[in-house]
Structure formats: C-alpha cells, structure tokens
C-alpha cells in the first residue's frame, strides 16, 4: 500500500515501536496496518456416499475441479461461511457435521478450513463461479484435475477416515512450497498475466 486509507497521507514501511517485524505505518495520524492471512471456508458435502465437487469458471485453475469454498466475510462464523460459499457455487443446501482440515498455507497467507457436511437432497446447479457441479463417488475422483493441494488433501483424508465412528478426525496439515507447486502456480501466472496483456491490447 502507499497511502493511508484514513487521512491519505503517505504510508512507510518500518517497524513500530514496540513490534518486531516491518508494518505499513501512517507518520500523520500513527495507524498501524496490519495484515494478517485470509481465511477460506469450504464444504466436503456428501449425499449417499458421493461428494459434490465444483469445476472452477474463474482464475486461478479455471477449469478444475475443487470443493465449494471461499473467503470469509467479516461479521461471520466459519461454518456460516462455508454453507454460504457451498450455496453460491454450487446452489446447494448442506447441514454441517463437523471440522474435517484445517490447512495453512503460509506462501500466499491463507488458512483453509473445511467442514463435512451432509447434503440433503440431490439438488444443486452451477453458480456464478463454477461451469459445472456434479457428484462423484471415491473411484471417479478426478484427482490429476483437483485445483488446490488443500482440496485434494482434505479429499484423500475424507476417504482414508469416512467410516471412523463417532466422529471422523480433523487434518491439520501445512503446505510447504516444493518446487513443482512453486513451477505450478508461476505458470498460473504466466497465464494470467498473458490474459490482461491481451485484454490491454484488444
Ligand atoms: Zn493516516
């Protein structure tokens, strides 16, 4: 950021006294921006031993298949979050159940967090954000087309733990930066940046 969203002045970037570590700081009226990770809430939602997954019709990963999920919005709870997400993408009803991951991914400061949820009638359709929302049972999982690493590891728990009775266990697991998710999401990149250069130029 450059300029305080309070009184316009310029912002720096320094640590404040008493911190540790760099923030954006306004020297005219002293408000400290602090930024911290975005939270995204999603539903594993199940009817008779399928699981609804939703084709993404927006970058990044257009095209592939994810959970229903998305940030959270201020003023909500993390479940209130995830049935609202799983409504606009995939206009479909869910009763939460449990916590099933709770995954951080600190590389673009994200915390992921997905609920087991039961969905109750067999009704759903694409929202805004997805081309396609379909039910899949374990053996047609189009695991080489899941967009997130968070989506597939929240997928292969969900199938390792499905008939662990009362409650299924909660993943926490982190996503480390490897060199072939590091060379995935450059290419997401490339992509995009070659979409805005080509709508600048059109
Ligand atoms: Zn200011």
């Known amino acids: 950021m450059k300029y305080c969203s309070h009184c316009g002045a310029e912002v720096s970037h320094r640590i404040p006294p008493g911190d540790n570590r760099e923030r954006f700081v306004c ?3 002293d408000t ?14 199940v009817y008779q031993q399928q699981i609804l997954l939703c084709r993404r019709a927006i970058e990044p990963r257009l095209g592939y298949w ?24 995939a206009n479909a009803e ?3 159940q449990q916590l099933l991951s709770l995954i951080s991914v600190p590389h673009i400061d994200q ?12 009704q759903f359709s694409s929202g805004e954000e997805s081309l396609e ?12 087309e899941i ?5 597939s590891r929240t997928l292969k728990h969900y199938f390792r733990h499905q ?15 490897t060199d072939s998710l590091k060379r995935l999401e450059q290419q997401e990149n490339i992509k995009q940046h070659q979409k805005s250069a080509s709508r600048q130029t059109s």
């Open 27 to 29: 020297d005219r009226c």
């Open 32 to 45: 400290i921006f602090y930024q911290n990770p975005n939270l995204v809430a999603g539903t594993l939602a």
């Open 66 to 89: 994810t959970l229903p999920a998305g940030f959270m919005e201020n003023g909500e709870s993390t479940s209130a979050a995830a049935c609202r997400e799983t409504r606009e993408e």
């Open 94 to 96: 869910v009763t939460v």
């Open 111 to 122: 915390v992921h967090l997905f609920y087991l949820a039961r969905l109750e009638q067999p």
């Open 133 to 144: 929302v379909a039910l899949f049972s374990e053996a047609d999982i189009p695991w080489q």
């Open 147 to 151: 967009a997130f690493p968070t989506v």
């Open 163 to 177: 008939h662990t009775t009362p409650q299924l266990p909660c993943l926490t697991d982190t996503i480390e930066l």
